[in-house]
């Protein structure tokens, strides 16, 4: 979502970006893990949705939701 902030003498523009990863574990239909972000900025960049997905696989990891 864009958002336009007007202030005199200027207009500021602010981009709204929500990510959203999920886990489930299909033979059960469980949901296992839900991570959620939101950020604004005024420029997103693929390094923001590559920073959260190291922040997902590394929770994920951590709390040993992955089967070997």
């Known amino acids: 979502m864009t958002e336009k ?3 005199p003498g200027q207009t500021v523009t602010d981009v709204t970006v929500l990510i959203e990863s ?3 574990d299909v033979a059960k239909a469980e ?3 839900n991570g959620q972000s939101k ?4 420029e997103p960049s693929v390094d ?3 920073e959260f997905s190291k922040i997902v696989i590394d929770d994920i990891t951590k709390n040993n939701l ?3």
């Open 31 to 33: 949901l296992l893990w």
């Open 22 to 24: 999920r886990l489930f």
């Open 5 to 7: 902030r007007f202030i």
């Open 66 to 68: 992955l089967l070997k």
């Open 48 to 50: 923001l949705f590559k």
């Open 39 to 42: 950020t604004f900025t005024k």
